[in-house]
């Protein structure tokens, strides 16, 4: 028997299991912050929640790190980079992710943050010189197009005023710059030659700090929520929503390479879509159908347009 075709069918498992997974996790992730900020128990305010998130994510990628035996203290340098890249992605980033879900359903969040890709490649041409093609700037347009139909849909039928559903947008906005300006640094030679679990255990650490810092000053002492599914919805988010998925997408990317793996991120957003039409009575119109498959549309020509070798 050929061992090619005997190999053949494990390799695709090893690529296909952990897509699915990373994409079917991620898609929810976004319903379970919704859980977080507002689905009845003691009003948490969401700088809180992001705390708990990121100091149980913490402790427990430190415990994975441990268990792989890679070396725990880091360089000074190493360190540095690791608080700033805790600041914009575990404490920024999120901190505007929880509020702008306050304002807008947890799909429509999801569709805009699946653009990360365009912030991502315009700081990579400023900062790194790195090129940009014309199929991605189309790609990129189309995308664009297709978020805004599905923000002016919700603009008009959303529940809550108008100006709230632009705040949301906003907080949703700034999210994504700070997500983009923490991908882009990864780039850095120093998250390429210093252990990236280690690194992203301080940085979750440095998140989490500030986070609470920051809570702490703008709401006073910790407020927690007694109900099970908020102290499970903070387990899943840190564990599986964070351990569990980054080890894994960075296997993806080892195997198939950054671009293949990317496509990720036009999955994730169907999934939490679909999961916001069924428990947050999202309503569908002809408009945010054709936001929806514009949006999927273009990050497919974008991706595709990112992934061809220069």
Same mark, same amino acid.
């Given at each position: 028997m050929n061992a090619g075709a005997e190999t053949a069918p494990a390799s695709q498992a090893g690529v296909v299991f952990p897509f699915l997974l990373i994409t079917l996790i991620w898609g929810s992730t976004w319903l379970v912050i919704r859980d977080q900020i507002g689905s009845g128990g003691v009003a948490v305010p969401p700088s809180w929640s992001v705390t708990y998130r990121f100091a149980v994510a913490a402790i427990a990628m430190f415990a994975s790190a441990k268990a792989r035996g890679l070396p725990l203290i880091l360089d000074r340098q190493a360190l540095v980079f690791a608080a700033f890249l805790g600041v914009s992605q575990f404490s920024l980033n999120f901190n505007f992710v929880y509020r702008s879900e306050i304002y807008l359903t947890s799909g429509l969040v999801a569709v805009l943050y699946a653009l990360l890709i365009v912030p991502n490649s315009l700081f990579g041409w400023i900062w790194f010189r790195q090129p940009v093609?014309?199929?991605? +700037?189309? &790609?990129? =347009?189309? $995308? /664009? %197009? #297709?978020?805004?139909?599905?923000?002016?849909?919700?603009?008009?039928?959303?529940?809550?005023?108008?100006?709230?559903? +632009?705040? &949301?947008? =906003?907080? $949703? /906005? %700034? #999210?994504?710059?700070?997500?983009?300006?923490?991908?882009?640094?990864?780039?850095?030679?120093?998250?390429?030659?210093?252990?990236?679990?280690?690194?992203? $255990?301080? %940085?979750?650490?440095?998140?989490?700090?500030?986070?609470?810092?920051?809570?702490?000053?703008?709401?006073?002492?910790?407020?927690?929520?007694?109900?099970?599914?908020?102290?499970?919805?903070?387990?899943?988010?840190a564990l599986i929503g964070s351990v569990v998925t980054f080890p894994l997408y960075f296997l993806l990317i080892q195997r198939v390479g950054a671009g293949r793996a990317a496509y990720t991120g036009v999955l994730t957003p169907v999934i939490a879509m679909l999961l916001s039409t069924l428990f947050e009575d999202y309503r569908w119109s002809l408009l945010a159908a054709s936001g929806g498959a514009l949006a999927m549309l273009g990050m497919v020509v974008a991706l595709r347009a990112r992934a061809r070798p220069a």
């Open positions: 093609t014309r199929a991605f +700037l189309i &790609g990129s =347009g189309i $995308a /664009l %197009a #297709g978020v805004a139909l599905l923000f002016l849909h919700e603009y008009r039928v959303s529940a809550v005023d108008p100006s709230r559903v +632009l705040l &949301g947008i =906003g907080f $949703a /906005l %700034a #999210g994504l710059l700070c997500a983009s300006a923490s991908n882009v640094i990864q780039g850095m030679e120093i998250a390429r030659t210093r252990p990236m679990l280690v690194l992203l $255990a301080w %940085a979750m650490l440095a998140g989490s700090a500030v986070d609470g810092l920051y809570a702490f000053a703008t709401t006073g002492p910790p407020v927690f929520d007694p109900r099970p599914a908020y102290a499970l919805g903070i387990l899943y988010l």
